[in-house]
């Protein structure tokens, strides 16, 4: 009997995510579509200030790597002129601290904190039986900025991610019916990783693969970890989404954590990123609502 109990639960807090159970219960299930009124366009900020802060974050962590971007800069000779005079101002304001004018190499965490002031992470979540969660490690969060980015495969309807989705929990549904499969593991990461390849040009990669891993590249890329809400703990962050523009720099793809299933797909790729509902302080834990009003 309470093996029976603890199943209904579990299925209970799955099923939502269940693609083959959301078919057949859309239009009587209300619950599984979040609910958006028009007006807000499900917008907390406007997509160009998270167009800024992802350039803001890119730029710094291309900087921060300036020396493994060789191949990438040899086709870009414009861009390397940029990037060189963004590199010397750099070094310049450094130059009193410092007595020699070699680059130093920060870890991804510390480029996030030096750019946007806080760094986020994993690790065990303060709810009870809830697994891995995501803390704000270090720093100060204001209210409406982006903190987070929900990684993994974006497929549009119709395209097939029945077997990606049985007992996967990382699968987040769009308002237009968009699913992104944020799952690191088995069949999941196997078709990321093969869209992601897929799609390199020559030395240009199209999406970023590390998410995929413990140590990822783009330090903003462990949305999906990030815990629904509770009785005790409120939301304190909103799933937002948002289309890349076409005028994304080429070069800055290598840390976008998305990748579309379809490779002829000629639509903006979708991203979500999570955006504060309030002011977040060093320590506390982010929470979300899966099915988030916004008014």
């Given at each position: 009997?309470?093996?029976?109990?603890?199943?209904?639960?579990?299925?209970?807090?799955?099923?939502?995510?269940?693609?083959?159970?959301?078919?057949?219960?859309?239009?009587?299930?209300?619950?599984?579509?979040?609910?958006?009124?028009?007006?807000?366009?499900?917008?907390?900020?406007?997509?160009?200030?998270?167009?800024?802060?992802?350039?803001?974050?890119?730029?710094?962590?291309?900087?921060?790597?300036?020396?493994?971007?060789?191949?990438?800069?040899?086709?870009?000779?414009?861009?390397?002129?940029?990037?060189?005079?963004?590199?010397?101002?750099?070094?310049?304001?450094?130059?009193?601290?410092?007595?020699?004018?070699?680059?130093?190499?920060?870890?991804?965490?510390?480029?996030?904190?030096?750019?946007?002031?806080?760094?986020?992470?994993?690790?065990?979540?303060?709810?009870?039986?809830?697994?891995?969660?995501?803390?704000?490690?270090?720093?100060?969060?204001?209210?409406?900025?982006?903190?987070?980015?929900?990684?993994?495969?974006?497929?549009?309807?119709?395209?097939?991610?029945?077997?990606?989705?049985?007992?996967?929990?990382?699968?987040?549904?769009?308002?237009?019916?968009?699913?992104?499969?944020?799952?690191?593991?088995?069949?999941?990461?196997?078709?990321?990783?093969?869209?992601?390849?897929?799609?390199?040009?020559?030395?240009?990669?199209?999406?970023?693969?590390?998410?995929?891993?413990?140590?990822?590249?783009?330090?903003?890329?462990?949305?999906?970890?990030?815990?629904?809400?509770?009785?005790?703990?409120?939301?304190?962050?909103?799933?937002?989404?948002?289309?890349?523009?076409?005028?994304f720099p080429v070069e800055l793809k290598q840390y976008l954590p998305n990748i579309v299933y379809?490779?002829?797909?000629?639509?903006?790729?979708?991203?979500?990123?999570?955006v504060t509902l309030r002011d977040i302080k060093q320590g506390e834990e982010l929470f979300s609502?899966?099915?988030?009003?916004?008014?």
């Amino acid at each position: 009997a309470a093996m029976l109990r603890e199943l209904r639960r579990r299925w209970g807090s799955y099923k939502y995510r269940f693609v083959p159970w959301l078919a057949l219960n859309l239009r009587r299930q209300r619950r599984t579509l979040r609910y958006v009124p028009e007006s807000s366009q499900d917008k907390i900020i406007a997509d160009e200030d998270v167009f800024e802060t992802l350039l803001k974050i890119f730029k710094a962590l291309f900087i921060n790597d300036f020396n493994r971007q060789a191949d990438i800069l040899a086709l870009l000779p414009e861009v390397k002129y940029q990037y060189l005079e963004l590199l010397t101002v750099e070094q310049k304001s450094k130059v009193n601290s410092c007595h020699h004018q070699s680059q130093h190499v920060f870890s991804p965490e510390e480029v996030l904190f030096n750019t946007l002031g806080f760094t986020v992470s994993r690790d065990q979540s303060s709810l009870v039986s809830a697994g891995t969660g995501v803390f704000v490690t270090k720093g100060f969060v204001p209210k409406g900025t982006v903190v987070s980015m929900y990684p993994g495969t974006v497929y549009r309807k119709h395209e097939p991610i029945l077997f990606q989705s049985l007992g996967n929990p990382f699968i987040f549904r769009c308002i237009d019916g968009i699913l992104i499969d944020g799952n690191d593991k088995g069949l999941s990461r196997s078709v990321y990783r093969s869209c992601s390849r897929r799609d390199q040009l020559g030395p240009f990669q199209m999406s970023d693969e590390s998410w995929l891993t413990a140590t990822p590249q783009n330090p903003l890329a462990v949305g999906q970890y990030v815990n629904n809400c509770s009785h005790e703990k409120a939301a304190n962050v909103c799933y937002q989404e948002f289309d890349v523009p076409g005028h994304f720099p080429v070069e800055l793809k290598q840390y976008l954590p998305n990748i579309v299933y379809s490779h002829d797909i000629e639509s903006h790729l979708r991203c979500v990123v999570l955006v504060t509902l309030r002011d977040i302080k060093q320590g506390e834990e982010l929470f979300s609502n899966y099915y988030t009003v916004v008014s």
